[in-house]
């Protein structure tokens, strides 16, 4: 009987710990079977980020430099990545070794030693080495990319929210402007030739990028930054503000067009083409008094005359907060439009004229858009409600910090029948 009861307790406490047991073995089991869920998700990732670096011919890859000031950014980076990279399998070795060889084993505590003092300097003194280095050419090369004596052409870049100005100043150089140009989106430089950007701001602190053709340069209100741009030859170079500026800083791209010599020379000349109206009983003019009513407000062209037979000019300072808007003169020598965001073309004529071989690329840039390449869509999306297509801050009622003032272009509830006109209106002009 006594012995009866003393097993009792005892195969109860056996039973437990078999539970436990179990119970242990099956969480182990469980964390187990969910590492090797979770792994093959995680190495997947791993591999696209890593793989996603590699794209052939992407725009924006800092590794295929076409430019002088882009190639002295690569060739300073090369060998500090192979280093590291060296550095980098190093380390993992070691630690992998570490790791493996003095796993715990349930052995007691190693002895605790101060180290070895030849291997603490050894340690300290080739990091310091390889820093000099690397310091020295940086320094070197930062020197270099700040140089702007050589320039032979400049160009007002200025940031606002969300695109990109730029003035082209009367000029001896860049083969000669005679009169100043403005235009957006895209930045149109000759090349071969060395060209200075003065880089500002009219509202937050933006930041200009052309990663094939030079380094970032942060555009400040009320400073004036320089940067030297120069492309080896002619073609399209993608670009994107990076510094984040507001609601649609991801839409805030720019573009460098390179022509040749005699190509960029035509592209100023068309620049500078009087403006021709169309004629009373074309299909256009009702599209120009629509443009004048409803755009002349903001957006300039250059030329463009009133019913009093007077020249328009855009007072933007009163309707948006930066106090300036694209200028449109000659729309349809660009390929992109709001802030190139988007583009006039379609889809397959973009790709052919990028893919356009550097011979060809300046007579077939200088087409401008054709009607048989217009996005048309895209273009009457962006009447039609602007604010869908690239978010802005363009109701002035919520707008107490800027005096009412739109940030991005509003919806002007414009008709079909009004969107067609102004279209054909604006596809005109080039």
Known sequence: MSHSCATKPLQSNMTTVKNVQNQSGDSMTSNSTRRRR??????????????????????????????????????????????????????CAAVGYSVFKFRDRGQAIPKQSHGKPSLEIALTVLPALILIGIGIPTVSTLFDLAKTSDTECVVNVTGQQWWWEYDYPAQAGCGGIEKPIVTSGQLVIPAGQHVLLRISSRDVIHSYWIPKLNGKRDAVPGRVQTLRMQADQPGIYSGQCTEFCGLSHAYMRMEAVSLDAAGFKTW?????????????????SE??????????????VNGILGTDGKEVIARPDKYVYPGVAPNLTNLMTRTT?????????????K???????????????????????????????????????KPMYADPTKLATTGG?????????????????????LTERK
Request: proline share 7%.
């Open 38 to 91: 979770w792994a093959m998700p995680v190495a997947a990732v791993a591999a696209f980020t890593v793989l996603s670096g590699c794209a052939k011919d992407a725009p924006q890859d800092t590794w295929q430099p076409a430019g002088e000031n882009a190639r002295k950014i690569h060739d300073l980076q090369v060998w500090p990545f192979g280093i590291a990279g060296i550095v980098l399998l190093i380390v």
């Open 268 to 284: 100023v000349d068309n620049q500078l083409k009087p403006y021709t109206a169309p004629t009373a009983d074309s299909k256009y």
């Open 287 to 300: 599209g120009e008094a629509l443009f004048i009513t409803n755009c002349t407000r903001c957006h300039q």
């Open 405 to 425: 003032m739109y940030r991005g272009m509003p919806n002007l509830g414009l008709t079909e029948d009004q969107i067609d006109k102004l279209v054909a209106y």
């Open 351 to 389: 790709t052919r004229l990028w893919n356009t071989p550097p011979a060809q690329f300046t007579a077939a840039y200088l087409e401008g858009v054709t009607p048989q390449c217009l996005d048309i869509v895209q273009l009457r999306e962006w009447l039609r409600n602007p604010t869908t297509k």
């Open 337 to 349: 439009f709001a802030g190139a965001a988007f583009d006039l073309q379609t889809e397959a004529c």
